[in-house]
């Protein structure tokens, strides 16, 4: 059984990493997906692994892979879902920096590549939008819920590192002004 687990992580990490075309980002709508058929995390779970990932060093998709794995089995899952999503790109980079030389100039690769971006935007844009709902917007009971307050703060956060001066401080600190915030206001 528990072999089988491993087996379904290492194909749906290898997917997304074949997949998530535009970083980690581009990972969440499969996280997400996961959710759906595997009780291996939350929706809320995602948001969790999100935070996390955003506060520690290393490229998110693999720090998130690296957290669902664990979620899912441990430490095993953990290495299991990180190795098995970073190996499509080797695979990938290997070949392409082989073949990319002479399709560079290709119009049709070329219009591939222009047609991917806004896919990808959109796919983050409705990732986003998800996990704003959830974070947002969904109790712990799983009730929906008007937090004004939490909502208040995305907006003064989202203006602060919005301003041009601010624009240069480091996400750990704006993290850590959330957790301050949290334990001073207890929500």
């Known amino acids: 059984m528990m072999n089988n687990v491993f087996i379904q992580l290492f194909i749906e990490f290898f997917q997304i990493g074949l997949f998530a075309v535009g970083g980690g980002p581009a990972t969440i709508p499969f996280l997400m997906d996961i959710t759906t058929r595997h009780d291996w995390y939350t929706k809320l779970d995602v ?18 892979a690296t957290y669902a794995g664990f979620k899912a089995t441990g430490f095993l899952g953990g290495l299991a879902a990180t190795l098995s999503l970073v190996l499509p790109s080797i695979i990938v980079i290997v070949i392409v920096a082989r073949i990319l030389e002479s399709f560079s100039q290709n119009k049709y690769v070329r219009a591939a590549f222009a047609m991917i971006r806004p896919v990808v935007t959109g796919l983050i844009a409705s990732a986003v939008l998800g996990i704003f709902e959830t974070a947002l917007f969904t109790a712990k009971d799983g009730s929906f819920q008007v937090p004004v307050f939490h909502l208040a703060l995305v907006g003064v956060f989202f203006g602060l590192m919005n301003v041009k001066k601010l624009k240069k401080i480091h996400p750990f600190f704006w993290m850590v002004a959330g957790v301050v915030l949290g334990i001073v206001f207890r929500m």
């Open 47 to 64: 948001v969790n692994m999100l935070a996390v990932s955003e506060s520690t060093p290393g490229p998110i998709g693999i720090n998130m």
